[in-house]
Every structure is written in structure tokens, then in C-alpha cells.
């Protein structure tokens, strides 16, 4: 078993004004040849800035430590030498296919001058050589598309594009850089399945770089699980999905709603990563860790290596102690107590909406819903899933209000919205409110929370502004924000902070219906789960309505006690949320579900057996030891 | 509420030290301090108000009228001005009048213009950016084509012939300068109010129920400020130099009243300056050192408030995830 | 695309007419009597109206201006008052003048401020870099007709003194007496006009550069392996160019006024020139007639930048 990568203590340092951000903090792995290495981490845990470092694309980064690749060190030889085995001895992917390539130059060129970048061939071979690429990849008619722009194909499309281009030049390594998170769920399964054929046939090595751990649980062979900078653990797939070692892994498989069970609570990681601004004096996970002994608070932990070859840096000499399963502590799920079946929140009746794009002289027709049907009861939690495209946001704009329909009628709280006044409809917006997708683009950066959360109250009631803030307060504390940072700005608030600031936001005024759009798909999936039980509890106290919007169908399941499915403009499935897993109807249901669930990974407890200890190694910036 | 739901314990920070969080006003006044270009070009932007403000000082100083012809003792026998020396400090022009109080006087004008035209036509600029930016349609259609026609009007060429028309005057100069100085923030505004629309707030703002006027006050200008104020401050140059080139031309202000464009005018006239250095160098220097210092206080003021604007030669990759997922959802 | 040339040809169209028409009220706005002008202080009041008549000025205001159209659509563009010359003669004759002043100028501050942009971009923040910056900022600040005259004294008038000719005076030297003559004439106006022009390019540059360098298709080049002198000019300028072309579209206008200033630095007898003359003497006629051609000639210039813009970005070209 040869390795085709070794790194070993490699530290990354970036200047940024606010200082120096460790990126990357003392990490080593190797990665064998032939596999299909993942490497696993939420925002900020440095995963992508690792592969970046080492390939030579962050020049203006101090980089410190080792990678032995073909026969050398990446960081020590001369840039020419680098840039020379990049493309030819290591193919990268990255995750935006639109954005990664170039719009002005055709596909095949971009090709070919990558060829020709390493290779003395004619422009005639290299064409062909192109033709041939994009052929094994998938792309139908190659020799025509060769010509053709980025723009002109489809995401998924776009990522075979850039598939072929990294194969180009057959190199024993190959990148993957969250290759499938900008693709929609039913592309990213044929991704993946494409990069595990080329892997196969190649015998090239993979090392795919993601968030998303079902991923890797179905095609990694070893996984590196990174947070905040520092390798946590690293091990074979089995044992790290298995038996997870250090806590961090654990939650994140708990938290995870792809290994979600029915019946069970989400177990959530409290709190949020480290900043990146010190490096880690001890374990960087102590913060949130529920498994964190007294060691854990005076040294780092030192490196646990079990008999399986897994390797753990953690204080617990086996298995993190969170794979008990929680059993749930809220109530069954399947009939919510609240939920009135003869009342509706909101209904839809054969909603049609078609928009009139393009200039002047040349309107073209675009239907985005095609006669779509729906009711929501009063004390449910609606899911409504689909693909990008499919009208499942433009759906819920109609249903606050927000975007007129073309046809059909649109009730809300009683009131039909086709007719209704100005004044009507403002008064409406106490009854239905919105939530947010982009944490950081729903609030204002320039206002204060306290006005943010308070406007509702500013617009619709008359409150003196001691009232207005001391119901902004509490409503602060309902979603687990502290009330004193009354005052501040959304920039000094984390991602899942901001998207509880949203919620209050929703709520101040206690509306019948709250929609959420995609509310928890740009947070870390620890995280997720603490907005998702938040939601729910939130529910349970309020009585309140939900039409929640996702493309994720695991995320879904937990929340939702029906879901409809959407595709193309019009609902093709509704039923009761376990139904669409045990029985989905439609082909485009089963798809769906079998791209976005992965195999839930049994956990047992069994102990693992640890080996040997392996001291932290020493800091080269030394570390301040806390007695 | 289960555990699980309680915020951060307080001991987040604790085992590494404490990432001071600055407010951001103090952030801004701090990086304009340290920025030692735009602490000098703010000096001598001030040392030139009070110079403008002093000009009859200056003239009962050196005892010369601003328009006071010295032919006996400021023009040689054979008619030429005297250079730089004891009674005139900085020389005469062509009619023997002191350069220096002239200098001072022309300086009122050319602040006067600088500063009115250049708030006057942000004015303009912003409001009409922010109509078209903000509601689209028909107003952005109208709006835009009508930036667009102001800009493809030759505009000293229209300027020439305005003036020819009515006489030149300073107010034509200030309404010259107006008019044609405010589509180019009128456009910046429009582009920025446009990608600020699509925000998610200004839509929650409007699921709230909040007005067209209530959201464009409290959250759309607010984020504009950046822009306008540096935009602003790097119009002034502009229309400094606008109203230096109508003078310049004989466009702008009424002779014998003093400017800085005027005088350079005059030393041009019969290439006068090649033997009276003086006319050139010091109106010219004079403008020359006024533009520079607040082509530099703009430029501070723009690091300074948006110091992502400052390039530092790389990408901080994390967000990049977050925002072009978010993207890609919105544009789906 | 197609389309795209059209609605510029169609916008660029009213903007003309939108021009005339507002050159062409201007005068009847005006104070001065055109007739009293031609026929002189002494002229007697039927004289007056002999001329007025003649002028064609007792028409109502809308029968002048359609004559006047229709007069232009057909190359007139009506006589001087003054010198009783064809406006369309006097223009034409002032026009290689003008033309070698900005098309050379246009050149000349193409070839220096891109480099600088690049050169600047390409390491930030170091010493080159600032150096640039601090070049770009100085030649942002400089008004034009302040550098003509001070370059004219330190480059003629300097070594005038010490008895040899380095560049001449000013004045305009046609084709016909020699491409160097023309050169050496034009160089001093040249990089009057084109100092401050070169300087807001940098900038531009610069700042477009160092955007795009950050942009995910450059490092997918850069993954790629190829030369980092390949990626900064292949990938990078390429996208920077439309922002450049955009720029220039927008900058056409001003450019006329820049050569109006430069011809009155030099002496050189162009259409600007024609034009200050023109309105010291209160000469209608050639004024509408330069304002008319100086629009015409922005509106080319920005349906050639529209259409350039439109070939450059295959989104737009496929569309």
C-alpha cells in the first residue's frame, strides 16, 4: 500500500487586517494511492484552504510543515516546478462549475490550453484528445460542444466539463473540492457516480473535499474529519461512521439529518467554532465538546491511535460517549397536537403564474406554476420540496403575498387575496411572515438587531419605544439570543445567529402562517440542527403554522408532518411525511429520495482498541500550557 | 426548551483571548488617522479655506485690490509684469495686478464651485439613481436613457454654446457644471440600489409591510453611504477643474473678477508665460495641488470606510460557499 | 446582437435630433440680433429685414428647424456669418487637425495607462505597485491645459533660451509636409491630452485587473498549470477589456472637450478652435454645426463601443 500524498504538520497562516488567521493548524494525513480520500469539515475547519496551500495557489500564505508527492516536497521545491505538476500531476475540481470557468473562451478551448500547457501535441491531437474527454464524461454531441460557452450548458453539465479537464492529463491525483454542493440533488448523485467510474477505470486518487459526511460514507475508503483548523480524527470508513472516536464526529453524525431516525430528537452541537484569530492552545473542540474531562481544560489532547489504524486526538482513550442515542424528549411527532384539520392557514386553489421576461418587442412567456393546489391546516408543518426552478420559492411568494398570480385564487387567514386593498393586505402582513434563506443577506447591515427585530412592532402597533424594546428583548431570549446584544450589528453575529434573529423577527407579531424558505441550507450542519429544534420547540409553545421550503428531503423529514413534492410547476405528491419515505408514488419522489438519503450508517457501540498514545507533537509556535 | 437550545455559554472565548470586536465608526476614524496622505491632503484643504476666506485680509495686508491695475509699479517699462519680490509677493499679471490677492480671490471661486456644484449635483444624482435603481420599470427605462443622453452630449461643446448664448456668468458656470456632473453617481447609484433591491432584507422589509419611502430611508441609503460620500468628495476636483477650463476658455466668470482658470488664461494669451513664469506656475500649482489633495482625501476616505476596496492580494475562501450557494438558490 | 445595434442605432438617432433641437432653441433664446451682426451697427431698419429676410429668420421657429434638418441631411449645414464660408467647408478643412490630435491621443493614453494598470495589478501593495498608484494619482490631478503650458515651457521655451529647438510651439503641420514633421508637432498635445486620460485608465485597470484576479476562473487556470504571465494576460485582461471598452464609450464626450482645450494650448487650428472662435463672434451657424458634428460623433463612437462590447462577451453574442 503506497501513499501517493504525505503531509505531515502542515500549518497555514493568512494576513488578513483583522491579523493572522491560522487556517490550518498542525495536520498530517496520508492519503493512499488508488482510494478515494474525504476529508470533512464545516465552514472554517480549513479543508479547502489545506489543498489549496499545498498546490501552490496561495502564494501569499506562510506555510510551515510538509507534503511529499511524487517523489518531492511540495513546499520546498521552486514555483516553476509546481506550477508544472499542477494540471499534469494533480487534476483539481471546484465546487462552482459556472463561476470556475471562464465565460469568454469556449469549453474546448479551455481544454486544449491545458494540454498544450504540458504537452507538445498539435492543436488537431489536442482537439481530438478533448473530443474524446468530454465523450467518456458524459457530454453527448462532444464534437459540436466543443465550441460552445460555459453559459450554454447546464450546472451539471459544467461540472463533467470541468471532470474532463482535471482528467485531461491522466494525473495520479485528483482534487475534488465540494464538487456537488453548488449541483441540485438529483445531478449531484450522477456526479458522483461519474467521478467513481473515472476513479475506477484510471486508478487515479480521489481526494474529495466536503461537508456533507452521507457523502462520503457511501464512496470514501479513509476519511480526515477537520474543525477549526485541527485534524480531529482520521480513520478507515467503517470505524469512522461506525465508531467514531472523537466527539466531534459523533455530533456531527447526530446531527446530521441524513442519519436521522423517526421518532428521535436531532441532536444539535451547542455552540459555534473557535475563531480562527489564535491558534488552538488546547483542543479547539473543548468549547462544545459534552464529552470534555478535566485534561481537556489543562493540555491538548494527545494523538490516540487504535488497532484499525484510526487515528483520534482527543483526551477519551475509546469511543466518544454521545453515540448513545438520546431517546426523544418531544412528543410524537406524527399528530401534532395543535394541528385543527378543519382550519386553514392558507390555501391555494389552481394557482397559476407566468412571467412576462425579455425586452421590449420580443415578451416571452415563462409559466413558472402550473395550476398548483394546496391547503395548509392550522398547526402543521408543510414541507414543500423540489429542485432549483421547480416554483417552489415563487410558491411561497405568492402565498405571503408577495407576488400576484396570473390565475386561481390565493386565501390567507380567511381572506382572499385577489381582493383585497392596500390597507388590507398591510394588515395582512401580521399574519403571514416570512424567514430567510441567506443569514447574511436578510438583515440589514447597517441596522442595529434590536431595530431589525423590533420593526414589525414599529410598523404595525403603536409601542412606546421602552415596550418596543422590552418585547424585542424577549423575543431575543425566546430564540436562545442574548438579550443585551440589544444594540448590536448582524456583522458581529454568526451565521446561526443571524438566522435566529430572523426568526424573531417572524415572530414578533405572531402570525398565523410562517414561511420558511430554505432556512437552514447556508448553515454548517451542526448548526442546522440547533435552528430546526428551535423551530420546532418554538412551535409547540406558539401553536404556529409552518410552510417550510427545502430541497433537502432529509432535512424535511424531522420538521415536516406532510410534504409535498414539487417539480416543475406543479405538486406531483402530497402525502403524510413518513409515507413519502416508506412508499413514495412518483418517479420523480423515489429520485429524489435516493439522492439525497444515504445509507444510514449503523452505529455501534462497541469500543474500539487503542494502541498507543502519541503526545501532542510541539507547536513550532509553542503552546502555552494552562495549568 | 431543551438544552440543546440554549445560546453559547458565556465561556466561548475563554480558553483563547478575547477577539476584541470594534464598532465600525471607530474602525473608519481610526484607519483615516493612520492614513498620513489623506491627514495631509485634509490639511492643506483647510489651510486653503481659510486662505479663500482671508482674501480681503490679504488685500488690505499687501494693500493690493483685487482688481487694482499697479501698471507703474507692477509692469516694467517695457510693459512686461514684474516677477515674484517685495511689493508683490508672488508677482503681477498682465495688467499689474498682485497675484497673490488674486490667487486668494480665485480661490473663493473655485471653492464656492467646487463644493455647491459638486452637493448639488450628488443631490440630483442620488435621488434619480435611487428612483430608477429602486422601482424599475418604466421610471429605471426612462431614467437610464435619460443618463444615457446626458452622457453622449458633448458637453463643453454645449457648454460653448450656452455661453455663447447667454453671457457668461458664474451661476451658467455652477448650472453648467451641475448638469453635467450628476450622471455619473446618478449610474453608481442605480447600479448599487438595483443589486440592493435583490437583497433579502429590503424583500423581508416589504413582507413586514414597510412603504417604498420607509424602506429606501432606513435600509436602502443607509448602506449607500460609502459610495455617495466618496463620490462626492472626488466631484469636487472635477468640478474644480471644470470651472478652471470654462474660465479658462473665457466661458466662465466675468473678468476682472479673479479665477484660477481665468489667470491661466491670461498667461497664455500672446504666450505671455514664457517670460512670466510666475502666471503659470502659481494659478496652475495652486489648482494642481488642490485637486491632488482632494483626489487623496477621497481616496483615503474610500479606504478608510470600505478597506475591502484596499486590495491585499488574496481570497478568503469560507464565505465563498455560503454566497454562491445562497446565489445560485436565488437566481433558481 | 443584432437587435443590440439596433436599439443603439435607434437611441443614438434621438439623441441627435434631441441635440439639434436644443442647439437649435438655444438661439432663439439668444439676446444678440444675427442680422444686426451681419449688417452693422449703422445698418438701416429696412436693411435689417432685408437681411432677416434673406437669413430666412421671419419664418415661424419649427419651419426653420425642418429646413435646417433637411439642409444638414443633404450636407448643408448653412453659411458663417462671418466669413460667408460653408459651415461643412470651414468644419472639413479643420478636421485632419483634430482627428491626428485624438486618435493619436486615444493611442497614446491606451499604451501607457493599460501597462501601468497591469503592472500595478499584478503585485499589489508592493513598491512598483505604488509607485504607479502614486503616478496615476498625480496624473488624474494634473488639468490638462495647466500640463500643455507647463510642458511647453520647460520643452520649448527653456531650450529656446539656450538656442536650440527641442519640440515646437505649437501649430499644426499636415501629412503632406512629412509624417515626422506631423509627429514631432503633435507629441506635446499628444500627452497633454492623454496624461490625465491615462492616469483614470490605470486606475481603471488596475482595479478591474485585481477584481478579476480574484475571480474562480483564474484560479481554475491557475490549477491548470499554465504560466502565470498566460493567466494575467489570456484570462485576466481579457475580462478586464470590456470593462476598458465600456469606459472609453463613455469618455468619447470628453474627449472633445479635452482637444477643444489642447488646440488653445498649441494653436492648433481645429474644430475647437473653429469653435471658441465661432462664439466670441457670435457665429450661429458654425456653432450649431460643430456641436452637431462633435454629437454625431460621440454617438458613433458609442454605438462601435456598444457593438465591440457585444462581440467581446459571448453571453451577450449568443444570446
Redo the contacts between chains.
Sequence with gaps: MTSVLEVDQLSVRIATEDGIVHAVQDVSFSVEAGTIFGIVGESGSGKSVLTQAITGLMPFADITGSARFDGVDLLTIRPEELQSMRGRRIGMIFQDPLSSLHPFYTIGSQITELIHAHERVSPAAAKARTIELLTKVGISDAGARFSSYPHQFSGGMRQRVMIAMALALNPPLIIADEPTTALDVTVQAQIIELLQEVQQESGATIMMITHDLGLLSTIASDVMVMYAGNRMEIGARAEIFGRPAHPYTAGLLLSSPANYTPGEELVPIPGRPPSLLQPAALCPFLDRCESAVDSCRQLPPPVRVYADGGRSACWLEHNAPATERRPATVAARTITPHRQANVLAASVQDVRLTYRTGPLGRRKSVPVLKGVDLEIHRGETLGLVGESGCGKTTLARVIAGLAPVTEGIVTVAGADLQYINRAAWRRMRREVQLVFQDPFGSLNPRRRVGSIIGDPYRIHERLSSAQRRSRVQSLMELVGLNPEHYNRFPSEFSGGQRQRIGIARALALQPELIICDEPVSALDVSIQAQILNLLKSLQQEFGLTYLFISHDLAVVRHICDRIAVMDGGKIIELADAESIYAAPQQEFTRTLLSASMSRPYPISGQPRTLVESLSAPARPDGVREVA | MSDALIVEPTGAEAPTRRVKQRGSGELTIRRLLRDRAALGAFGFILLLIIFALCAPLVAAATGHGMAQQFRDTGLTSAGIPKGPGHTFLLGTDSLGRDVLVRLAYGARVSLLVGVVASLVAAAIGVTIGTIAGYFGGWADLLLSRLIDLVMSVPFLLCALALVSVRGPSLTLSICVIIFFSWTHIGRVVRSQVLSLRQREFVEAARSLGSGPVSIIVRDVLPNLTVPIVVYTTMMIPSSIVFEATLSFLGLGIVPPAASWGGMLSEALNGSLYMVAWWMVVFPGGILLLTTLAFNILGDGLRDALDPKARRVGFVWLTRRRRASRSEKKAAA | MI?LVITRLV??A??LI??SI??FG??F???GDPARALGGDEASAQLLAQIRHSLGLDDPIYVQYLRFIDNALHGNLGFSYHSQESVLTLIAERIPATASLVLGGVVVWLLIGIPVGVASARS??SARDRLGQGFT??G????S??LG??M??VLY?LPRQANFTLFP?GGYAPLSEGVGQWAWHLVLPWFTLALVNAAIYARLTRGQL?DVL????I??????????R?VVYK?GL??TLTAIITQLG?DV??L??GA??TE??FNLQGVGAL??T???A?DRPV??G??LL??T???VA?VIVDILYGL????IR?A
Design positions: 437587435r437611441f443614438g434621438v439623441v434631441a441635440l436644443f442647439v438655444l438661439f433664446i439668444a439676446p499589489p501593495g494619482l498625480v488624474l490631478s494634473f488639468p491645459f495647466v503650458m507647463l511647453l515651457f521655451f510651439a485585481l480574484g475571480e474562480d476562473y484560479r481554475t487556470a491557475r490549477a491548470k498549470g499554465i504560466s502565470e498566460r484570462h481579457r475580462s463613455s464626450a470628453m472633445l472637450g477643444i482645450i488653445q494650448v469653435a471658441i465661432a462664439v466670441t457670435q456653432i450649431i460643430v456641436v462633435g454629437g460623433f460621440v454617438v458609442n467581446l462577451d459571448p453571453r449568443l
